[in-house]
């Protein structure tokens, strides 16, 4: 038997958190790195992320959090992103792809296109969520493959949502301004699809894929908001950040070794009626 500090051991090993300055990113890389791991925090918003670094207490955690900039929607970057890794680390582990498309890095923007109802939604909003959410993740995958392999294996994780399982119910956002398009659950289902596609086709070369399907996360949103979220939540509440640190520990981890092709829902029961 593997002992529970073996089992989810991420010691000296290389993982990327595409996205990592967000809210449940930066949760995520911190568990990461706390497991062992040295982490690669990918993102558009590198000042985010340096700030939410110099916050933090643990030094240890501190350390092994490297932030490099890269926008996902660029092809070249990517491939420049992973020549830099390749160098610097000679090895990867991981891939965890988190980042999404919102308008705005920072704040829920209601006057950002990104949230137009159903039947005005521009089309440029599609091409952007899609680029950033499908595209992006399939980029980051497809071009982390050849260190994967060179390593002897590894993990990827994709962040898709309860709305890339079941419709968004348009019945809690009331006049916040806010609600989710139609381009977020149709690219973040289409990623539940990716992980299944990468993880049988990737099967062979010691490569795990899953996704990991997070509920809503308190971030100041409407009291109305929050009331009616909650109210349509088994759990009777929303999310924090941290509550997904267990869950991307298992699935980065040796604790999943038997899992691939899977989605892990984690909601509070948002989906379970
Ligand atoms: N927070 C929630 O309530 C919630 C709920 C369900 C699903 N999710 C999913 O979980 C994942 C993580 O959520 P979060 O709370 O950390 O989101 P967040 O909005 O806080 O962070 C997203 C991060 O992605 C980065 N990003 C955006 N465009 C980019 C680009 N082109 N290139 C590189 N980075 C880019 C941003 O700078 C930001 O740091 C997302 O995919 C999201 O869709 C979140």
Known sequence: MKR???????????????????????????????????????DIDTEMAGQKIS????TQIRERL????????????????????????GTLYGLVNSFHFKGNTRKLDTSSNFFAGLESYPSEAWDQVHDVNLRGSFLMAQQAIPLLKKS?????????????????????????????PVS??????????????????????????????????YNNQS??????YEALTPLGRMARAEEYQ?????????ASSYMTGANLI????????
């Not at 916050?55 to 643990?58: A, G, T």
């Open 152 to 180: 002897g294996g590894g993990v990827i994780v994709n962040l898709s949502s309860t709305y890339g399982n079941v419709s968004a119910n348009k019945s809690i956002y009331g006049d916040s301004g806010i609600n989710s």
């Open 266 to 273: 984690v909601d509070g029961g948002w989906t379970a009626w």
């Open 184 to 217: 977020y659950g149709t690219s973040k289902a289409a990623l539940i699809q990716l992980s299944r596609y990468l993880a049988t086709h990737l099967a062979g070369e010691n490569i795990r894929v899953n996704t990991l399907s997070p509920g809503g996360v």
């Open 246 to 254: 267990g869950p991307i520990l298992f699935l980065m981890s040796d």
């Open 4 to 42: 529970t500090s073996k089992l989810f051991s991420l010691n000296d090993r290389i993982i990327i958190v595409a996205g990592g300055a967000g809210q449940i990113g930066f949760a995520m890389a911190q568990i990461l790195a706390d497991a062992g791991a040295t982490v690669i925090i990918a």
């Open 66 to 89: 490297i932030v490099k900039t890269l926008d996902v929607t660029s092809e070249v970057q990517i491939k420049e992103f992973y020549q830099e890794v390749g160098k610097e680390f």
């Open 223 to 228: 009291e109305e908001f929050v009331k009616n």
């Open 55 to 58: 916050d933090l207490e643990s």
